[in-house]
């Protein structure tokens, strides 16, 4: 079956880096995605990873891919007050219509 | 270009009431969906629209109905309003390009009494 898992809750002081994790089961996955939600709002995407690759960086976000152990990670460097939200991963399948959401880890920034 | 727009953003419900949630795209994009978020349980999908004219079940489509009018609007409709559908439904659309990613509505926060 089809099951995205993430940690609940993740909390760092600010300027350190944030790392949040994600694991999946569906092999056959094309794009893995990470939105941020903000309190009161919808999801946004952040970045997003084709299948094949193993790495993309974008700014202060690095995420990496582990086809084999199925693992999905977002780093966040340098993490500010303004990144405290909760961060979905997410997957889809090519030619399919449906898309999967972890159940959210909520990150809390310390001053 | 608005986005994803959604009304109403708040909506208090009596047990047994109807109400229809609102949901438009201007992208011009052929796929839209509603899901609910609910604590702990990130989001589950009740319907998608895969184009105009379509529609299927999600994972808990139990108690809603939809209408996609057009390419532009997705409604959701609950006939008979119950506690347990207290949630915030959101909706998406997805643009088909490199990525295929979905684009959300900022969300109806629905209270069912």
């Known amino acids: 079956g089809e099951d995205v898992e993430q940690s609940l809750f993740l909390s760092v002081r600010e300027g350190d880096s944030s790392v949040i994790n994600c694991t999946y089961t569906?092999?056959?996955?094309?794009?893995l995605y990470w939105y941020k939600q903000e309190p009161g709002a919808g999801l946004q995407l952040l970045t997003y990873?084709?299948?094949?690759?193993d790495m993309k960086q974008d700014q202060r976000l690095t995420v990496l891919l582990n086809k084999k152990d199925k693992h999905l990670s977002l780093r966040i460097a340098d993490t500010q007050t303004g990144d405290s939200a909760i961060y979905f991963c997410?997957?889809?399948?090519?030619?399919?219509?449906?898309?999967?959401f972890g159940t959210g880890t909520r990150l809390k920034v310390l001053a | 270009n608005a986005g994803v727009t959604q009304t109403p953003k708040f909506q208090v419900l009596k047990t047994g009431q109807s109400m229809t949630l609102q949901c438009a795209q201007d992208?011009?994009?052929?796929?839209m969906y509603w899901y609910r978020q609910d604590p702990g349980m990130g989001l589950r999908l009740i319907y998608y629209?895969?184009?105009?004219?379509?529609?299927d079940k999600g994972e808990v489509p139990n108690g809603y109905n939809v209408s996609r009018l057009n390419k532009r609007e997705f409604s959701l409709r609950l006939e008979s309003a119950a506690p347990s559908q207290t949630s915030v439904y959101f909706c998406?659309?997805?643009?088909?390009?490199?990525?295929?990613?979905?684009?959300f509505g900022p969300g109806t926060r629905l209270t069912v009494l």
């Open positions: 629209s895969a184009s105009e004219g379509t529609t």
């Open positions: 992208m011009n994009h052929n796929s």
């Open positions: 997410a997957e889809t399948t090519s030619g399919t219509y449906k898309y999967i």
């Open positions: 998406a659309s997805t643009s088909g390009g490199a990525g295929n990613e979905q684009f």
């Open positions: 990873i084709f299948s094949n690759m």
């Open positions: 569906d092999s056959s996955s094309t794009y």
